[in-house]
């Protein structure tokens, strides 16, 4: 399911991790707490109310040893474009109050804290779980509070939130780009901090529609699918996998369908 | 100077003493959902078994449940007014003071549901058109306003107050004018059940909800207007019919609420009809667009084929047969089962089509979602029922709600 090469000038930024990679370190998700002030509990036991802008997964092929593989899957917000591609992706559609939006410029979908009235339809709609919603009041222990980022805002209870792709490195880049009289930006100057973080380089980030850029090619790969494809939601992220069992895991088949013989299913509602 | 009494001339009502000790029992009920209600609001829905799964949950489905049971008001309405079934005036009252209940509590519960309840105001001020919330939350104030005005005059018709020629005459002339306000009701109704039908219908990342379109996207759109229309009526029969035997009176003569279970019984066989063919379409085709099959979605102990079984066979087409038939309808038992199986069907859709929503795992790598209620959860849902049995006594007692009772029940 390839999509069609787009040749306009909007970028739409997306993420190709590569699973074969990915050693499930973590490190992506640490920096992602810290990049983006993401609240955490004294107790995470619970995941089901925690809140991590990206969560890795362990995936197994339940098979018992020898055979046993595993395979760590880092699950961010996948920036959706929805049915058509038309920026009406799942969420952005159904929330009542625009507090969240689909950016016609880099395809990113934002999340406008102080907008949302915490209905949590957004998070019903989400089959990717990438949503999370602020049942405490975020507490900061000791002086960590004076570490926070500046350029993040930290959310209140009540709202929901979820991985920006770290937006405020784009209008930071885009500043500095303005005042140094340029338009466009180089690969290297917009990175999210979960790829910078990621000791194996699993994680390559840019815009997917710029031929320059390594996720133009890395999409087209041969090994790259994207999550839930079938449900027309268009991701943003793509995964790279040599290992059927884990492709297979990221969508769901009929008993005797196989992933890669699926024909395309219609894109308009 | 002769005092006006509160209760009408001609009827029988419990002592004060009785009155008082059941509202004392029934307010203690309400108290305790409110002191839930303000530890939701004050600490936050941190109070809930809710969770990043579980966005919607229990207070989500009261909500749709008493929206759907509530349409008797609505249905009722259209039938008295617009189509002109008289005989249904002596049972529209009750309809109305039942839908109004049954908003005011939904209107409720969304404002404790709500994250940011300050913030409420946000979905009419920065409103998004797309979103089947937005549809909702315009049509619910704006019915829930229609319902107040259809209330207003019964409450104008207490002794005390009728006694006033202004509140009189304004009584009068506000029932003069009430078939434009059922007409409104039943468009604006029209509306809201059916974006409620979307909320979940629209969900193209859920494939347990999502529905395709058939003229209109989705056709849950469609399914939800007809089954509150269907299922609200055998509501207020049901309501009425336990009032009867609180009060050990006969309210409402049968041939009313024969003609009212008839409409009700035709309404859900063609509605359990449609909703037998929007099944079998998303079974046969939706679904496995998807990658899903229908026993995936039923993989669990809880969730099994034994609740779409229960919702069409048993809430739905036996109830709808036996109203069909003038036996069914004749047969006390058979008409007091079916109208209850009709409630707990509709109910049973709408806890399906949020909760089920929720507890389907999408990926093929996570488990089903399970959720028990906290108590907060349990009180803040009892409140409107505690509620709605406070309004229903005070208009019982001082309100001429039914018609017919001074005729069959005539005081020596």
Known sequence: MKEQNSHTNAKRYGMVID???????GACMVACYSENNVPFKTDETNKLDSINWIRVYKLTNNKPYPDTEICYLPMPCMQCDGIGKHGHSPCVSVCPAVATDYDYDTGIVSQIY???????????????????????DPKWPADTEKYLSPNVSPRMRGVVEKCSFCFHRYQLAREKAYLEKRQKLEEQEYQTACTQACPVGAITFGDLNNKDHAVYKLKNDPRAFRLLERLQTNPKVYYLTSKNWVRRAGDNYLAHEEPGNITKVKEHH | MNETPLIHAGVKRCSKWQFSLWMAGVTAVLLWGVYAMFLCWFKGLNQTNMNDAYGFALWIWADLAVIALGGGAFFSGFLTYIVGKDELKNIINYAVI???ICYSSALLILAIDIGQPLRGWFIFWHANVHSMLTEVAFCLSCYFAVLTIEFIPLILENPKLERKPFLHHLSHNMHGIMAIFAATGVFLSFFHQGSLGGVAGVLFGRPFAYREHIFIWPFTFFLFTWSAAACGP???ILVTKITEKITRK???KDNVIHLLAKISGWMLLTYIIA???????????TAPNAGFTLMDFYASPTY???????????????????????RGRENAFLLNTAIVLAVIGVSLNRWVMVLQVMAVPVFSFNDWYTYLPSWQEVATTVLPVAYGLIVISLAHR????FPQEKELNPVK
């Open chain 2, 304 to 326: 099994n084929i034994g609740l779409l079984f229960a919702e069409i066979v048993l809430c739905g087409f036996i109830p709808g047969l036996i109203l069909i038939t003038k």
């Open chain 2, 398 to 401: 001082y309100l001429p709600v």
């Open chain 2, 234 to 236: 055998c509501f207020t």
């Open chain 1, 19 to 25: 699973l074969d990679k990915c050693t499930g370190c």
């Open chain 2, 250 to 252: 006969k309210l409402v």
């Open chain 2, 98 to 100: 039942i839908g109004f």
């Open chain 2, 275 to 285: 909703k037998t063919a929007d099944t079998l379409y998303w079974a046969m085709v």
């Open chain 1, 114 to 136: 102080t907008r949302c009235f915490g209905c949590r339809y957004c998070m019903a709609a989400c089959p990717y779980h990438a949503r999370k919603f602020n049942w405490w």
